[in-house]
Nanobody, 118 residues
Framework: QVQLVESGGGTVQPGESLKLSCIVSGSIFSAYDMGWYREAPGKQRELVAS???????TYTDSVKGRFTIYRDDAKNTVYLEMKNVKPEGTGVYFC????????????WGQGTQVTVSS
């Protein structure tokens, strides 16, 4: 059974840093692209960053230069390091495992709350 478990959320002040972790159980990690999504209050869930299997990473424009996604295949874990966080970064952050081929299932974690407030 595949499970994604996020951790590391919390309340921080603008300009501070936070690191999220997502541990993936089940033998899918190396075959899947991993992503972090954010669901802000009243807004649709959006892709914040993704870490492809081949080592290529992508970021939404609003976090470029401040967020870093990286995966540790040995630990089946994907991380999101967030620096200089801003109030608009508030939301529930979800970990996602995207399959390599159509028709295969994707997986989501339960989410971890990040609140950026002074």
């Amino acid at each position: 059974q595949v499970q994604l478990v996020e951790s590391g959320g919390g309340t921080v002040q603008p300009g501070e840093s936070l690191k999220l972790s997502c541990i993936v159980s089940g033998s899918i990690f190396s075959a899947y692209d991993m992503g972090w999504y954010r669901e802000a209050p009243g807004k649709q869930r959006e892709l914040v960053a993704s870490a492809m299997r081949g080592g290529f990473n992508t970021y939404t424009d609003s976090v470029k230069g401040r967020f870093t996604i990286y995966r540790d295949d040995a630990k089946n874990t994907v991380y999101l390091e967030m620096k200089n966080v801003k109030p608009e970064g508030t939301g529930v952050y979800f970990c996602n495992a995207e399959p390599p081929r159509r028709g295969m299932p994707d997986y989501w974690g339960q989410g971890t709350q990040v609140t950026v407030s002074s």
